[in-house]
């Protein structure tokens, strides 16, 4: 059953990019229920089931964290940092994918933790060959998980 | 003279002498002897003569017979002696009397008997006896002659005796003075000799025995002597001849230098240093007379009193003076004096002096020596006055400097701030221009896959595709600028980097380099570079992209990548290195770029590499060249590109302390060259 497939929590606060990723999930024909929500403030409130997050039967935690790097009032990097210092969470696969192609980002990235450091490409094909590797390196587990 | 005083002469005058004298007197004693016997026997010849007489005339006279007794005298005429006779009766007259001629009156009268010796010769007067009776006087009166006829005979004998023997002795001394003679003779010409020619050399000849001997052989001794001595005081005098011409020598050689040297040399002959003598050249400096006698010290009358000396200012007195310091036993060295003129004018002086001292060490005097530092002097105020020019003037300047670095200061970093502020800006523009791009390009993509096989007519199908290609060359165009970008602001730390990796890298990764696609070699090995990893990749990526892109329709491109050592040139591009404190600072912050050689470290070799890529494209007009670096040059429009591609590839290499280049000619290829920095680092490490 799709619903007991671990979500893919993605964090992006570009509101096309968020319908594009989506898209993107859905042409891949990744099982895995994609939630996206809008900054990593929200990404760090979903992973500590704070608030409207509170039930894990609606909102476990995901197979793979997928983090935009430039985002209002938590920033990609802030998520990493808070996830660093939490060790329950160090079994979640993480992955930058952000626009920036800075070999200084890309460092800092693999520093706090990043798995893997993905630059959005332009076209749409790129996107969904992207996440077609993506669920073949992180989520081919996932299943035998449950 | 020899011949008057001569020993010889001596000698014969004392034989002739000496024996003359004792013939003479044995002479004179055989004579007197002589006479006197001769005189004896005239007496008693005469005593005989008279007694025979009177005994004869006894008779006759007793009997009167005169004839008798005148026969009888006359009888007398044969005795040549007898000078007369008479014959005188008892009375006393006269009876008979005998004369001889020329003879004298006999006396009227008889004297008393006797005989008497007188100046004619002897006077008997004997009395005529028969028995006890007397009848008579006998007179007889006989002279000398005979007596003195015997003398002279005598006399004449012993003269010749005398003369004979004189003659004979003189013959005796002749010979024998000689022996005596012939060596102090043979002494003395040699001394002559000597002492004429001063030739100690000669000797006397031993020729006779005795004194003589000795008194030779203690003559050529003496000489043995005084040639001995003669020829030490000969060396003796030779060595002070020498002695004396060094010290002339050296006395000339000293007053001559004295005399050429350019400074003042003072000699005091005396510690109080009342006399000084000095060089030409002193009395020049001092403004005094030749051969005066320069000594402050000097009597009242002498010294000089046309200059004081100071020392840093004040007076010196005299006994601070350095001559009469070094008189007195002082070493004064560098020495600095003035010597100030009653004209007003001044002479700097600058030297040394030092004490004279005999052979107990005893200072008896000094010398000092000075040189005319008035020039130096003149030229170290004329110095320091321009220095303090100066210094007035780069105070000046420097406040002047401050304020104008702190306007620039302050002008700079507005001016940077705006700078930042757009760098940010049109990096964050750019950066976000992406994601609407992004999202037009995707969604005309979905709308072009929605809209197959519905009722969207052909023009709006080349519409969307025509948006789709734009966004997609827009999408690129920020993709490069945003490399060039981080080309010309981010941190570029430089290290060894293995291009022949590097290079493998590139074609594994983009597949437009895959072997299917172009035919890249490369050719030899490849080195190891002083370089930013990234840089690297951006300008080897873009050389070759453009290798492979820019090529004939229908042509396989043909890419050949070698490598050439370039010995580093005077005036080649220096080692250039992002400063590493900067690597942290994000980008857009300021232009991280500093040159600084030293800091590339062991890893340079001070050797440059260069690396061709070589392509059978298009080629490159030659006017085109020299812009092809430059931002958005485009040359063909046939071909996709955004421009930028080679301004990156130069601002990396600049970079990187190297520098690029082309050789092309259109429907050639093209030959671009990239100089970097030979790493010298083991590869293994």
Known sequence: MNSRLLPVLAAEDEDSDRLILSLGFQRAGLRNPLVVVKDGQEAMEYLAGAGCYGDRETYPLPALLLLDLKMPRMSGFDVMAWVAARPEFRRIPLVVLSSSSDASDMERARQMGAAEYLVKPHAFSDLVNMIRNLEKRWLSTSETEE | ?685
Not at chain 2, 214 to 225: G, H, I, P, S, V
Request: aromatic share 6%; charged share 25%.
């Open chain 2, 1 to 685: 003279m020899v011949a008057r005083d001569s020993i010889r002469h001596r000698i014969q005058r004392l034989t002739v002498l000496t024996t003359g004298v004792a013939l003479a007197i044995a002479c004179l004693v055989f004579t007197l002897l002589q006479w006197r016997n001769s005189l004896d026997m005239e007496r008693l010849a005469t005593l005989s003569t008279g007694r025979i007489a009177a005994d004869a005339s006894s008779a006759m006279l007793a009997f009167g017979s005169k004839d008798e007794a005148q026969k009888l005298l006359d009888a007398f005429h044969t005795e040549v002696d007898v000078r007369s006779a008479a014959l005188y009766d008892g009375s006393g007259g006269l009876f008979a009397e005998y004369r001889a001629p020329r003879s004298g009156p006999t006396p009227p009268v008889p004297q008393a008997d006797g005989l008497y010796r007188e100046r004619r010769g002897l006077v008997l007067f004997q009395p005529v006896l028969e028995g006890n009776k007397r009848y008579g006087t006998l007179y007889l009166h006989t002279d000398l002659s005979d007596s003195y006829q015997r003398l002279s005979r005598y006399g004449w004998m012993a003269l010749l005796v005398f003369a004979g023997a004189l003659a004979a002795a003189h013959m005796v001394g002749r010979i024998l003075e000689r022996t005596v003679s012939e060596p102090i003779l043979s002494l003395a010409k040699t001394a002559q000799s000597i002492s004429e020619e001063r030739n100690y050399r000669v000797r006397a000849e031993e020729t006779a025995g005795g004194e003589l001997k000795f008194l030779t052989r203690a003559f050529n001794q003496m000489l043995d002597t005084i040639q001995q001595q003669q020829a030490q005081l000969d060396r003796d005098m030779a060595e002070q001849k020498e002695a004396a011409r060094r010290l002339a020598e050296s006395h000339t050689l000293l007053s001559t230098a004295m005399e050429a040297v350019p400074a003042a040399i003072w000699i005091a002959h005396d510690p109080e240093c009342q006399t000084i003598i000095g060089n030409r050249a002193s009395y020049d400096f001092l403004g005094l007379p030749p051969n005066t006698n320069p000594s402050l010290t000097a009597p009242e009358s002498e010294r000089p009193t046309s200059f004081e000396v100071l020392h840093e200012g004040r007076v010196l007195r005299p006994e601070d003076l350095p001559v009469q310091r070094a008189a007195h036993g002082a070493e004064v060295r560098d020495f600095e004096e003035e010597l100030r003129f009653h004209d007003g004018t001044s002479r700097f002086l600058f030297g040394n002096a030092s004490p004279l001292r005999d052979a107990h060490g005893k200072v008896w005097g000094a010398v000092a020596a000075f040189v005319d530092i008035s020039e130096r002097k003149r030229a170290e105020a004329a110095l320091r006055q321009s220095e303090q020019r100066l210094r007035q003037a780069q105070e000046k300047l420097l406040l002047h400097a401050a304020d104008l670095e702190a306007t620039v200061a302050e002008r700079t970093a507005k001016l940077r701030e705006t700078v930042n502020e757009l760098q940010t800006l049109s990096y964050s523009m750019a950066h976000d221009m992406r994601a609407p791009l992004r999202a037009m390009g995707t969604f005309a993509q979905l709308l072009l896959e929605e809209s197959s096989g519905s009722g969207l007519s052909p023009t709006a199908h080349d519409y969307l595709r025509r948006i789709l290609v734009a966004a997609g060359r827009l999408d690129r165009l920020i993709h490069d600028a945003l490399n060039y970008n981080k080309a010309v602001l981010h941190a570029a730390p430089l290290a060894a980097v293995d291009l022949s990796r590097l290079l493998q890298e590139l074609i594994d990764t983009y597949p437009n380099l895959h072997p299917e696609m172009a035919d890249i070699r490369i050719r030899g090995d490849m080195p190891w570079v002083l370089g930013n990893e990234s840089f690297l990749t951006q300008c080897f990526s873009n050389l070759l992209g453009n290798a492979v892109k820019f090529v004939p329709a229908d042509t396989r491109p043909q890419v050949r990548i070698w490598a050439e050592s370039r010995p580093r040139e005077a005036g080649a591009h220096r080692p250039v290195q992002a400063n590493s404190e900067l690597s942290e600072d994000p980008p857009g912050d300021r232009p991280a770029l500093r040159l600084d050689p030293q800091s590339t470290g062991s890893a340079f070799s001070g050797n440059m590499v260069r690396i061709w890529v070589q392509d059978n494209g298009i080629g490159i007009p030659e006017q085109a060249q020299g812009r092809l670096f430059g931002m958005f040059q485009k040359l063909d429009n046939k071909y996709e590109g955004t421009g930028i591609g080679l301004a990156i590839v130069r601002k990396v290499v600049e970079r990187m302390g190297g520098s690029v280049g082309v050789e092309s000619q259109p429907g050639h290829g093209s030959r671009f060259w990239v100089d970097l920095q030979r790493a010298t680092i083991d590869p293994t490490i």
